[in-house]
T-cell receptor, first 116, second 114 residues
Framework: GDSVTQMEGPVTLSEEAFLTINCTYT??????LFWYVQYPGEGLQLLLK?????DKGSNKGFEATYRKETTSFHLEKGSVQVSDSAVYFC???????????????FGQGTILTVHP | DGGITQSPKYLFRKEGQNVTLSCEQN?????MYWYRQDPGQGLRLIYY???????QKGDIAEGYSVSREKKESFPLTVTSAQKNPTAFYLC?????????????FGPGTRLTVT
C-alpha cells in the first residue's frame, strides 16, 4: 500500500538557518504530493503541493520538488523564522479514476523548533 | 467566513461511554473525512464520505461510526468498542473533481477517556 516516510525529528534550528525536512514515498500510479503544517493546538493547513514529476511547490519561502526518480518531496526553506515553529506533515494522494477524491496518506510528522 | 468547525475543543469521557464529535462545514464541499492523530504516528483515516447518506471505512474504522444526513455535517461517534479512544480527532472536507483539490481541516477535538 501507499506510505510516506519523513525524517525523524524533532528538528531544532536557530533563526535564519537553512531547513530541510526529508520525505520519501511509496505509491502505486502517480500520486499528488503535499506538505501540511500544524501550529500548536490547531488543525492542519496546506503549505504547498505538487501534482506531477518535476513540479515545484512553493509558499511562504518554503519549497519542495516532486522527484519521481528518487520518490522524494523534500521540504526546504532558506532562512527560518521563530514563527515557523510547528509540526510539518508530508502526505500523498493517489487519484482514483482521475478525480481528486480520495484519502491522504500522511507521514509521521516532524516537529520543528526555531530559536531566536 | 467559510470553514470547518469542530466542537468541543476538549472532551472528557469515562470509559464505556459513547461520545459524538461534531463537524460542520460551510464550504459547500461534497467530500468529508475524519482522521485520528496520535503522537509520532501522523494522521490515520477513520471514515470518509463523498455524498449525503453514503460513507466508507478508512484504515482504522473499528470502534467508530459516522452519519451523513446533511451535506454540511459529518458527526463521528466514538463507541465503547474503541480500545484506545484518547486522541486528537481532525475533520476535513474537499471538493470532488478532476483537479488537485486540497483537503481543508478543522481545528480538531482532543478526546480524553479515563
Amino acid at each position: 500500500g501507499d506510505s510516506v516516510t519523513q525524517m525523524e525529528g524533532p528538528v531544532t534550528l536557530s533563526e535564519e538557518a537553512f531547513l530541510t525536512i526529508n520525505c520519501t514515498y511509496t505509491a502505486t500510479g502517480y500520486p499528488s504530493l503535499f506538505w501540511y503544517v500544524q501550529y500548536p493546538g490547531e488543525g492542519l493547513q496546506l503549505l504547498l503541493k505538487a501534482t506531477k514529476a518535476d513540479d515545484k511547490g512553493s509558499n511562504k519561502g518554503f519549497e519542495a520538488t516532486y522527484r519521481k526518480e528518487t520518490t522524494s518531496f523534500h521540504l526546504e526553506k532558506g532562512s527560518v523564522q521563530v514563527s515557523d515553529s510547528a509540526v510539518y506533515f508530508c502526505a500523498l494522494r493517489t487519484n482514483a479514476g482521475g478525480t481528486s477524491y480520495g484519502k491522504l496518506t500522511f507521514g509521521q510528522g516532524t516537529i520543528l523548533t526555531v530559536h531566536p | 467566513d467559510g470553514g470547518i468547525t469542530q466542537s468541543p475543543k476538549y472532551l472528557f469521557r469515562k470509559e464505556g461511554q459513547n461520545v459524538t464529535l461534531s463537524c460542520e462545514q460551510n464550504l459547500n464541499h461534497d467530500a468529508m473525512y475524519w482522521y485520528r492523530q496520535d503522537p509520532g504516528q501522523g494522521l490515520r483515516l477513520i471514515y470518509y464520505s463523498q455524498i449525503v447518506n453514503d460513507f466508507q471505512k478508512g484504515d482504522i474504522a473499528e470502534g467508530y461510526s459516522v452519519s451523513r444526513e446533511k451535506k454540511e455535517s459529518f458527526p463521528l461517534t466514538v463507541t465503547s468498542a474503541q480500545k484506545n479512544p484518547t486522541a486528537f480527532y481532525l475533520c476535513a472536507s474537499s471538493i470532488i473533481g478532476t483537479g488537485t483539490y486540497e483537503q481543508y481541516f478543522g481545528p480538531g477535538t482532543r478526546l480524553t477517556v479515563t
